[in-house]
């Protein structure tokens, strides 16, 4: 029944994207300022058939419907509701119609609000958007269609991968999904104005907004992504350079890229280009990335059932949105000259992007490096964190006080006030002098990273407060922006240098001291939960130095469906440390493995992430 | 104009070369899995011996034996707890045991090895971990089991424990 109804839906919305495929070409060279009503119905439609689709496919997960595959092997009938609902995209299938479900959100969106632009700039945008919806539809339908049937329908379901049961991963997919898939507007956009020849400030105008807009949902999605990495993975590390983190990572920077750039467009008209190259390969990035993830050319955890049909597909749809856009590109683009620069305020935004396609060329290098040598010389390799390290963080310094400085410059004629700036050179300098002081030595790398950041810190602080004091509350955007990410950069150095980590073996009613701390192994107890046995260790963690007793209870959970085991880590908080213990059973021992880690700062780290996004969020009510 | 089209040329060449890695690289999409690996012989490697110190290869294997790779460190806490199974094992006639030190300090590793007893009859280095990867390793404790002929008959992953002790035994002596 779900599954008729659901696959009635899809060829629906195949239906309504073609006619308004149609009805779009066919307006173009109609006379009228206006688009047609018949598009905007047709769009409702769309809308609605989607949105649908959607929740039809939310109730087969919410009603244990085992006569769908997708929700056969991805949900049980012992989960708990919210699981069996952030199920629905916690898989393959699943997630590409929230995928093309959002696509076509935006698109109705973009029209919407759309209305005050050219008509014909606003008709090719359509056509291109719809282009990418149909294209996803038909890869939808053919290899991964969610409604397809088992017969007979199986009583139980083989579950949802226990890891994936978790807050932040119910939410981490649709927020990155807004960005990813928001980037398509932009996308369609650039190719709409490229035909259409779009005048520079009133493209700026029209995608400013979407761009923000993803930008701040991506940022909160990969927060999230980072947020259950942290809580749920048991390694302690909140990002492991896995080529899925990557993937996320380019069309981020991508964004942030196109968000400075922009500013530039809007204001002086330079740049057009550019923006446009950018509003094209943020999206050509997202779908590479999915291609990444998806078609199992790269090993990672985040394990989406693989099927090289899968892959190949994505890859036509790749390489036709880079091709088309290429072509689009070489031939409507009118090439603009760049002028003589003075050090104005463009000038550092522009070194923003810079910095940002250095980034993204070197995660792009070290995702798919491996893939090239598999290919051409048939060696297995991985690149890890080492190489992401020793690459961005030299420049991270650089990038850190251009940041600082940028916002000081005017879009004129700029005279830095020197005297400030030294004075909070020399704050900084103290202030990472305090650092070393009370944790000891760090490596010359990590005092200039220290250094630096406090100096944007300082700045963007200051800015935030001269700002309030004048009453343009509307501005702050950008220094709280810079701000998170100065503090982002501080609490991940800080982090970084002085996390400490323990490794013992340990049975019940042992004390193992570890430095200045004592860790006693209580007791051990047995629970039944819902869809899963546990086993909590009760452990005290005492520090001789400050005197407190944290009390944690690590737990090895048993799942039954599917029968897996999960390692939950306890974390205490407090203000300045965090307190991460991980317990392992030994086989055949009554001794369990347990790491103790206490991580200074983390709960700073994940605020000024929110910080950060904020800034953005703030950008969206910024009127001039 | 000249100037953009050679620009335009050079990125379409190389977005057509990037295509064509991940197109070839979907076609050669085979997991990292060991697995696959059982029934097949073992791949040529090159490790240090300890005692001679000379260079030890697939060929010097003497082939009249069975033979355990053991794959191992001393920073390893299971490695501990399979230790004494090694030790079992060693008292079998027709099985020959590798031990494998793992991305090692050699120092610690003797210091084991003298602290716990030396399950090995050859102790080869792989310092950079690099040779075990290649024999298709996920992690360490970990043992492949190869008859006469070099072949990978069975994989152990994690600890050796009593179980397995009992089949490798019984498939070395049936």
Same mark, same amino acid.
């Not at chain 1, 949802?160 to 978790?166: A, G």
């Not at chain 1, 048991?234 to 990002?239: A, H, L, R």
């Not at chain 1, 509350?473 to 702050?476: A, D, E, G, Q």
């Given at each position: 029944m779900i599954s008729i109804f659901g696959n009635s839906l899809i060829i629906l919305i195949l239906l309504s994207t073609l006619s308004i495929i149609y009805f779009s070409f066919n307006s173009i !060279?109609?006379?009228?300022?206006n688009i047609s009503k018949k598009i905007y119905h047709l769009s409702l439609l769309q809308v609605t058939f989607v949105v649908t689709c959607l929740l039809t496919l939310i109730v087969g997960f919410i009603i244990s419907d085992f006569s769908l595959t997708t929700v056969f092997e991805n949900s049980h009938t012992q989960k708990p509701l919210i699981y069996k609902i952030a199920g629905t995209w916690g898989n393959h299938e699943g997630s590409l119609l929230l995928w093309i479900t959002l696509m076509v959100f935006f698109n109705f969106l973009f029209l919407v609000y759309g209305k005050k632009y050219e008509k014909k700039f606003m008709l090719f945008s359509l056509i291109s958007q719809n282009f990418l919806i149909l294209s996803f539809i038909l890869f939808l339908f053919f290899?991964?269609?969610? &409604?397809l049937l088992i /017969?007979? *329908?199986?009583?139980?379901g083989l579950g949802? /991968?226990?890891?994936? %049961?978790?807050p932040a991963l119910a939410i981490h997919p649709p927020l990155l999904y807004i960005g990813f898939v928001g980037s398509s507007i932009y996308f369609s956009s650039a190719i709409g104005a490229l035909i259409s020849n779009l005048p520079a400030k009133e493209f700026a105008a029209s995608i400013k907004n979407w761009v923000i807009f993803t930008w701040f949902f991506q940022t909160l999605g990969i927060f999230a992504g980072s947020v259950w990495a942290y809580y749920?993975?048991?390694?302690?590390?909140?990002? &492991?350079?896995d080529p899925v983190e990557n993937a996320s990572l380019l069309p981020w920077f991508c964004m942030t890229a196109l968000m400075h750039s922009i500013i530039v467009l809007e204001k002086k008209g330079q740049l057009y280009s550019w923006v446009l190259i950018l509003c094209l390969m943020t999206f050509v990035l997202t779908i590479a990335g999915t291609f990444l993830v998806r078609s199992g050319i790269l090993n990672s955890v985040? !394990? &989406? *059932? #693989?099927d090289p049909t899968r892959g190949l597909y994505i890859l036509i749809i790749l390489l036709l949105a880079c091709l088309v856009s290429f072509f689009i590109f070489i031939k409507h683009s009118r090439g603009n000259s760049i002028q003589?620069?003075?050090?104005?305020r463009g000038t550092f935004i522009l070194s923003n992007n810079w910095f940002m396609i250095f980034y993204l060329v070197t995660v792009f290098l070290g995702t798919v490096y491996p893939i090239f040598t598999e290919v051409i010389f048939n060696t297995k390799i991985s690149v890890g964190p080492p190489f992401y390290n020793t690459v961005i963080i030299p420049f991270v310094i650089v990038f850190l006080i251009l940041m600082s400085l940028g916002p000081e410059s005017k879009w004129i004629k700029t005279k830095f006030p020197i005297r400030k700036l030294l004075t909070i050179l020399i704050l900084s300098f103290v202030l990472n002098l305090i650092i070393s002081v009370i944790f000891k030595s760090t490596s010359l790398i990590s005092n200039l990273i220290f250094i630096t950041s406090f100096f944007l810190i300082i700045m963007s602080f200051l800015d935030v407060i001269k700002l309030i004091q004048l009453n343009k =509350? !509307?501005? =702050?955007s950008r220094s709280v922006s810079h701000l998170g990410f100065g503090l982002l950069i501080l609490f991940i150095g800080l982090n970084h240098n002085f996390s400490k980590e323990y490794d013992v073996n340990i049975k019940t009613g042992e004390i193992k001291k570890l430095n200045n701390f004592d860790l006693k192994f209580k007791d051990l107890k047995l629970t039944n939960s819902q869809n899963y046995k546990s086993i909590i260790g009760n452990f005290e963690l005492k520090d001789?130095?400050?005197n407190f007793i944290k009390e944690l209870k690590p737990e090895i959970r048993i799942y039954q469906n599917p029968e897996t085991l999960t390692y939950e880590a306890s974390i205490k908080s407090t203000i300045f440390n965090d307190y991460y213990l991980t317990m392992s059973n030994l086989q055949n021992s009554e001794y369990y493995n347990v790491k103790v880690q206490v991580k200074p700062f983390m709960s700073w780290l994940w605020l000024s992430v929110l910080i950060m996004s904020l800034g953005g969020f703030l950008r969206l009510f910024y009127k001039r | 104009m000249s100037k953009i089209n050679f620009t335009a040329y050079f990125i379409l060449l190389l977005i057509i070369f990037v295509f064509m890695i991940f197109f070839f690289g979907l076609k050669n999409n %085979? @997991?990292?899995? !060991?697995?696959? #690996?059982?029934?097949k012989q073992i791949s040529e490697f090159e490790l240090t011996s300890v005692k001679s110190n000379n260079i030890l290869t697939?060929?010097?294997?003497? @082939?009249s034996n069975f033979k355990l790779f053991n794959f191992w460190a001393?920073?390893?806490?299971?490695c501990k707890d399979e230790h004494p199974f090694l030790m079992k094992l060693? @008292?079998?006639?027709?099985l020959k045991i590798y031990g494998i030190? &793992?991305?090692?300090d050699t120092k610690s590793a003797k210091k084991f090895l003298v602290n716990l007893g030396d399950p090995y009859d050859h102790l080869l280095l792989d310092e950079t971990g690099k040779s075990s990867v290649d024999f298709g390793?996920?992690?360490?404790?970990e043992s492949i089991l190869i008859d006469k002929n070099l072949i990978i008959i069975k994989r152990y992953i994690g600890p050796i424990n009593n179980k397995d002790y009992e089949e490798i035994n019984s498939l070395v002596t049936k």
């Open positions: !060279t109609s006379l009228g300022i290899t991964s269609n969610p &409604f /017969n007979p *329908a199986p009583i139980e949802l /991968n226990p890891i994936l %049961q978790d749920e993975l048991g390694w302690g590390g909140f990002w &492991f350079w985040h !394990t &989406f *059932a #693989n003589g620069y003075n050090l104005d =509350i !509307t501005l =702050i001789n130095d400050k | %085979q @997991k990292y899995d !060991t697995r696959d #690996n059982v029934g697939k060929s010097d294997l003497d @082939k001393s920073w390893c806490p299971p060693n @008292k079998i006639d027709k030190n &793992f991305k090692d390793i996920y992690g360490i404790p």
